[in-house]
């Protein structure tokens, strides 16, 4: 009985803990009336997914399709993972973007497949040694980088222009 309660708490303190990106809302739906097909891939579990769809539900509704992890058995960084994600858009790689804060889990997988990249440089303190070695030559760049989530509807508009 002890143990069920503690996982029950862990579950419920997950589904709970869920808190939106502030700007997210609004940059879905933007691009979304811009007429982007957009996706989720993602490494959470169930009891976050469920906390995601409870509080960014107007986000989940903007969802042209979920890749999650734990529903396919294969884990960011996987080549496979975003191949699966790019196969579900029906589009080429070429035409996918990748919006991503980590450069090893987003980035870098979804350039190795042929998508472009924007990099939202939220922890640069963490990123460090990445940033480093793209400065070196070591690890390529980003096709676009953003501090601010902001940035990207306007980035995106000019793109759209210009397809």
């Not at 933007?30 to 509080?55: D, M, Q, R, Y």
């Not at 496979?80 to 790019?86: D, F, G, I, Q, T």
Request: aromatic fraction near 10%; charged fraction near 30%; hydrophobic fraction near 40%.
């Amino acid at each position: 009985y002890e143990l069920r309660s503690v996982v029950e708490n862990l579950w419920n303190e997950q589904i709970d803990c869920v808190r939106e990106v502030p700007g997210a809302t609004v940059l879905f739906g933007a691009l979304k009336a811009e007429g982007f097909k957009l996706g989720v891939i993602s490494n959470t579990w169930h009891p976050l997914f469920l906390g995601f769809t409870k509080i960014c539900r107007e986000i989940r509704n903007f969802l042209d399709f979920t890749v999650l992890s734990y529903r396919v058995g294969m884990k960011k960084p996987s080549l496979e993972l975003y191949r699966h994600a790019v196969k579900i858009t029906g589009e080429a790689a070429e035409r996918c973007w990748m919006i991503g804060d980590t450069y090893e889990l987003d980035v870098e997988p979804a350039q190795s497949i042929g998508m472009r990249s924007i990099w939202v440089l939220r922890r640069p303190e963490i990123e460090r040694s990445i940033v480093v070695q793209m400065l070196r030559g070591d690890k390529r760049l980003p096709d676009w980088v953003s501090e601010d989530i902001g940035e990207i509807l306007p980035f995106m508009k000019r793109l759209h222009v210009q397809d």
